[in-house]
Nanobody, 123 residues
Framework: QVQLVESGGGLVQAGDSLRLSCAAS????????MAWFRQAPGKEREFVAD???????YYSASLKGRFTISRDNAKNMVNLQMNSLKPEDTAVYYC?????????????????WGQGTQVTVSS
């Protein structure tokens, strides 16, 4: 089992930056690829970014350049730096862990999920 707890969400204005964090506990964190997804009201959950155990990253094409995913294996943490936020970035952001599946960005590839943290961007 892997337990994931997100933090760092909040209410910000358009153009602001926000840094989300996800603390992991349980099995060996460094063995898992980690990702962020988000879900806006009335919409399906969508992929944001993924970071592999070795540190290579993969982003949603629409978000690359504004969002940066990183991980600290010593602290069992994965972070998401979000810059130039827009009202359409408003969503609940979820941290997820992937082990064994080579398929990135697909929800079914991620076995463990956090409870989510709300990000609201006002115009």
């Amino acid at each position: 089992q892997v337990q994931l707890v997100e933090s760092g969400g909040g209410l910000v204005q358009a153009g602001d930056s926000l840094r989300l964090s996800c603390a992991a506990s349980g099995r060996i964190f460094s063995n898992y690829a980690m990702a962020w997804f988000r879900q806006a009201p009335g919409k399906e959950r969508e992929f944001v970014a993924d970071i592999r155990t070795g540190g290579s990253t993969y982003y949603s094409a629409s978000l690359k350049g504004r969002f940066t995913i990183s991980r600290d294996n010593a602290k069992n943490m994965v972070n998401l730096q979000m810059n130039s936020l827009k009202p359409e970035d408003t969503a609940v952001y979820y941290c997820a862990a992937r082990f064994g599946s080579p398929i990135v960005a697909e929800i079914q590839s991620y076995a463990y999920w956090g409870q989510g943290t709300q990000v609201t961007v006002s115009s």
